[in-house]
């Protein structure tokens, strides 16, 4: 049997913006349930991951954090299906109502105190199933910014990587509000409380989202494993999965470096002094998202492969300097941070559009999922172990430098072949002038 097509309503063009900021809006939410459990983890710890070693407690609070990591590839894959075989809408609004869900209901579950062993496997459970809400979210979400306002697709996708970021922002000011504002007797509920209003915000999200329509032509495929969107991917198009890896491995890497890493590297190895720290990185949270959109936006004007090329190609230049720079204590380190987080704009902002432009319609979705989660996955989840191992073993703590120059020149490398592959969105015009003005129109 031949694939079937069905056609439903377009998105209005009146309103893009409307369509942009409602999936970046549940962009936002997600990263903040998603961090919001790292944010508290040292409470969670006590309660669900009991023991008389307060390092074995918080390893194993760390170790189910991972494990959302890990969940992010089933997840994608599996919310991706839904997205190319029945459309994006569905897909992106799943996603949210999983996530929701299990905010609200790992905010209720009984702490090992009342239900022993029972609660630390239901509570692991649920943070295992927001792994699999995010891996579905991001993914459906650029893929229906790009196919609903193809023509200003790159400032969508700035927006929804600058809205995780602000989810970021949010869920630490949440953290503080709710740690100066409850009582000392009831501030063992703060990450409760924190975590029922990211669930409730969430199903809010999901009702907003609920009035959007659908993109343009889905594709559907006749229920054989043939037409598996996945199986479809790798057996045609394992080139554009190995590109969008490399594509996306440099973004993973400089998310996990910045806003994971960078906190205690500097503290606990480099001994800057927290506070100094701690204010540092809170600039860098306002700097990057508005630095992020504003890349988007020139995405629009130029090709993204470029851009991305442009900020890679400086992140393995300046790297093993800029970690020189920290480890000798030079300079001023807000500036470095500030420019730390300018450069990866670059990559942050045009890599979304990038993964969606260079696979086919019928695949997209999952391409996306399959690129960006494998990514986020192996360099995202793993690289505080992986350069907290090599400085232990090398002795060198300017390391994390080397690290990523080495995924930047992958990056390099990869956007080189990008243009072999592109061109499945709309053909991107030769003329700056025309382009812009393509844009103004």
């Known amino acids: 049997m031949n694939p079937q097509s069905q056609t439903v309503p377009e998105t209005s063009e009146a309103s893009p913006w409307k369509t942009v900021t409602l999936s970046s809006l549940g962009s936002a939410l997600e990263y903040f349930d998603f961090v919001i459990y790292a944010v508290f983890a040292a409470t969670i710890s006590k309660e669900f991951f009991p023991s008389d070693s307060a390092v074995t407690s918080l390893f194993n609070t760390f170790l189910v954090f991972a494990g959302g990591y890990i969940m992010r590839p089933i997840g994608g894959v599996f919310f991706s299906h839904i997205g190319d075989r029945f459309g994006r809408k569905p897909a992106f609004l799943a996603s949210m109502l999983l996530m ?12 090992t105190a009342h239900w022993g062993l029972g609660a630390t496997v239901l509570f692991t459970l649920l943070r295992l199933l927001q792994g699999l809400s995010i891996g579905g979210e991001v ?3 650029i893929t229906y910014v790009v196919e609903s306002v193809p023509r200003r697709g790159v400032t969508g996708c700035g927006l929804i990587m600058g809205a995780m970021a602000i989810g970021v922002l949010a869920a630490t000011g949440t953290s503080a509000a709710l740690t100066s504002l409850l009582p000392a007797e009831y501030l063992a509920l703060a990450w409760r409380l924190a975590f029922v209003v990211g669930g409730l915000l969430g199903v809010c999200s999901y009702f907003l989202r609920r009035k959007l329509l659908e993109t343009q032509t889905i594709e ?3 229920a054989s494993e043939e037409s598996l969107p996945f199986v479809e991917l790798l057996r045609a198009y394992p080139g554009r999965v190995i590109t969008g890896i490399g594509i996306a491995a440099v973004v993973a890497i400089y998310s996990a470096l910045l806003y994971a890493y960078l906190p205690a590297y500097l503290v606990r190895v480099l001994g800057y002094d927290a506070v100094a720290v701690s204010s540092s990185m809170m600039v860098c949270l306002i700097v990057g998202p508005i630095a992020t959109v504003l890349m988007g936006m020139l995405g629009d004007i130029y090709p993204p492969h470029l851009i991305h090329r442009l900020g890679s190609s400086i992140a393995l230049v ?3 300097p800029a970690f020189n720079m920290l480890v000798g204590h ?5 500036m470095i941070l500030v420019t ?3 450069i990866g704009s670059f990559m942050i902002a045009s890599h979304a559009w990038i993964l969606a432009d260079i696979f086919p319609k019928r695949v997209r979705c999952t391409g996306i999922a399959v690129a960006y989660n494998i990514s986020f996955a192996v360099f995202g ?5 992986i350069v907290t191992g090599l400085i232990a073993s090398s002795g060198n703590n300017a390391i994390p430098g080397a690290y990523l120059a080495v995924v930047a020149a992958i990056a390099v490398a990869a956007s080189f072949v990008i243009p072999k592959f592109a061109g499945n969105l709309r053909p991107r015009n030769p003329s700056t002038t025309a382009a812009l003005a393509e844009r103004v129109a």
């Open 100 to 111: 929701s869900f299990t905010m609200i209901a790992m905010a209720v579950v009984p702490n």
């Open 139 to 141: 993914p459906s979400a």
């Open 220 to 222: 559907h495929h006749v």
């Open 318 to 320: 300046g790297a093993i």
């Open 330 to 334: 030079q300079g001023n380190l807000t």
């Open 340 to 342: 730390f987080a300018l």
């Open 381 to 385: 989840g793993f690289t505080p172990v």
